[in-house]
T-cell receptor, first 111, second 113 residues
Framework: QKEVEQNSGPLSVPEGAIASLNCTYSDRVSQSFFWYRQYSGKSPELIMSIYSNGDKEDGRFTAQLNKASQYVSLLIRDSQPSDSATYLCAVNGDQGGKLIFGQGTELSVKP | ETGVTQTPRHLVMGMTNKKSLKCEQHLGHNAMYWYKQSAKKPLELMFVYNFKEQTENNSVPSRFSPECPNSSHLFLHLHTLQPEDSALYLC????????????FGPGTRLLVL
C-alpha cells in the first residue's frame, strides 16, 4: 500500500471553477501535512501547510484535514490558467522531518 | 542570493563519467536533503544531513555519494551511473531535521547516456 496516494489526473477544470485535489495517507501518527505546487520543469514550491483537523484558508486556497479519515484536500477557488501545475501532497512521517510525497495530481485550468 | 541554489541546472554524462552536483542554501538552515524525482513517480528521499551529519541513507546505491562540508553546502558525487538514474535531482533544506517545512532548490536535470 502506498503511503501517500493522490489521483494522478490530469484534472481539468474551466477557468473560474473550483478545483478539488485529494490525498490520503496511511500512517496514522502523521502530524503535518503540506501541499506543494510544481510547474513543469520547475522545483516544488510550498503553498499550504496544515496541522490540525478542519479547514485552513489562504487567499484562493483552502486546505482541509480529516485525521480520522486520513484524508487531506486542497481546494482552489476561482481557478486561473496560471494554477495549471502538478500539486504534490506531502505528509510528515513518524521520524520528524521525513516527508513522504504522493505522486502528484496534474491540474489543467482551461481558459 | 537567496533561498536554495543548485548547480549545474542541466547535466549530461556518460556511464563512465564522474560528476558532482552542488547545493547551497542561504536560509540559515541546519538540515539538507537530496531527493530524486523521476517521471510519474513520487519524490524519493535519498539522503538527509542534520548539522553536517548524515542521518538517513534511503538505501541509495553506492554510485551516489553525498558530502556535506558545512550546514550551507551539500554535494552529490556521481560515478558509473546507469541510464535509469536519469532524473531531476532536487536539494532541499529545513531549519532542522525535525522541522517539516522544507524549501527546494531548482533542481539538476540529469541525463545519463
Amino acid at each position: 500500500q502506498k503511503e501517500v496516494e493522490q489521483n494522478s489526473g490530469p484534472l481539468s477544470v474551466p477557468e473560474g471553477a473550483i478545483a478539488s485535489l485529494n490525498c490520503t495517507y496511511s500512517d496514522r501518527v502523521s502530524q503535518s501535512f503540506f501541499w506543494y505546487r510544481q510547474y513543469s520543469g520547475k522545483s516544488p514550491e510550498l503553498i499550504m501547510s496544515i496541522y490540525s483537523n478542519g479547514d485552513k484558508e489562504d487567499g484562493r486556497f483552502t486546505a482541509q484535514l480529516n485525521k480520522a479519515s486520513q484524508y487531506v484536500s486542497l481546494l482552489i477557488r476561482d481557478s486561473q490558467p496560471s494554477d495549471s501545475a502538478t500539486y504534490l501532497c506531502a505528509v510528515n512521517g513518524d521520524q520528524g522531518g521525513k516527508l513522504i510525497f504522493g505522486q502528484g495530481t496534474e491540474l489543467s485550468v482551461k481558459p | 542570493e537567496t533561498g536554495v541554489t543548485q548547480t549545474p541546472r542541466h547535466l549530461v554524462m556518460g556511464m563512465t563519467n564522474k560528476k558532482s552536483l552542488k547545493c547551497e542554501q542561504h536560509l540559515g538552515h541546519n538540515a539538507m536533503y537530496w531527493y530524486k524525482q523521476s517521471a510519474k513517480k513520487p519524490l524519493e528521499l535519498m539522503f538527509v544531513y542534520n548539522f553536517k551529519e548524515q542521518t538517513e541513507n534511503n538505501s541509495v546505491p553506492s554510485r551516489f555519494s553525498p558530502e556535506c562540508p558545512n550546514s550551507s553546502h551539500l554535494f552529490l558525487h556521481l560515478h558509473t551511473l546507469q541510464p535509469e538514474d536519469s532524473a531531476l535531482y532536487l536539494c532541499a533544506s529545513s531549519q532542522e531535521r525535525t522541522a517539516a517545512t522544507q524549501y527546494f532548490g531548482p533542481g539538476t536535470r540529469l541525463l545519463v547516456l
